[in-house]
């Protein structure tokens, strides 16, 4: 099946720190989105990307859409404690609801105050 | 708007016991699925739902059963609890496109 790539594991970060992750694929994708789980929480959407190339931001969040369709990338800037957390990408081969995601593992965030 | 709303948030279960746990939400969302999560996995896929009364498969559906009599509700069924259930299980719904999953709080679930 599909599998999402996302290394390393953990990353660790002084607060303050820019912050980046990819997340690559052997298959193409027609959507990428980028999820945060708080602890003991489920995950939430921080970004969603629906054409090649394209580079959308939340706040200090950025992430990018690749343009081979295999890859994305999120970016934090000026990471605060309050990023702590689990980061997942997830990409979706289609567009209707059925159309399944396929999650990477998840990349732990700790930022040190 | 409570979103999705599961239950319980943690339950210890001996093996061969079973239990259903509880997803419900009111964003009158067409498509609902369940997830469990466990370290360094990531999220699986386990059932879903496109609409009421229709369920599919995910990735890893062995011992697990559901059905979708209610938009609002997708109960997952555990029929005989084993030890490789323990996981944290999530709940997860979405209008329809673009993959944007709104997820339950999780439930933790422990088979001894």
Known sequence: GQQLNQSPQSMFIQEGEDVSMNCTSSSIFNTWLWYKQDPGE??????????????????RLTAQFGITRKDSFLNISASIPSDVGIYFCAGQGGSGAN??????????????P | ??????????????????????????????YMSWYRQDPGMGLRLIHY???????????????????????????????????????????????????????GSGTQLSVL
């Open chain 1, 42 to 59: 489920g995950p939430v959407l921080l970004i969603a990307l629906y054409k090649a190339g394209e580079l959308t931001s939340n706040g």
């Open chain 2, 1 to 30: 708007n409570a979103g999705v709303t599961q239950t319980p948030k943690f339950q210890v279960l001996k093996t061969g016991q079973s239990m259903t746990l509880q997803c419900a939400q009111d964003m009158n969302h067409e």
């Open chain 2, 49 to 103: 739902s496109v609409g009421a009364g229709i369920t599919d498969q995910g990735e890893v559906p062995n011992g697990y059963n559901v059905s979708r009599s209610t938009t609002e509700d997708f109960p997952l069924r555990l029929l005989s609890a084993a030890p490789s259930q323990t996981s944290v299980y999530f709940c997860a719904s979405t209008p329809g496109t673009g993959g944007k999953l709104f997820f």
């Open chain 1, 99 to 112: 159309s399944k995601l396929t999650f990477g593992k998840g990349i732990t965030l700790s930022v040190r």
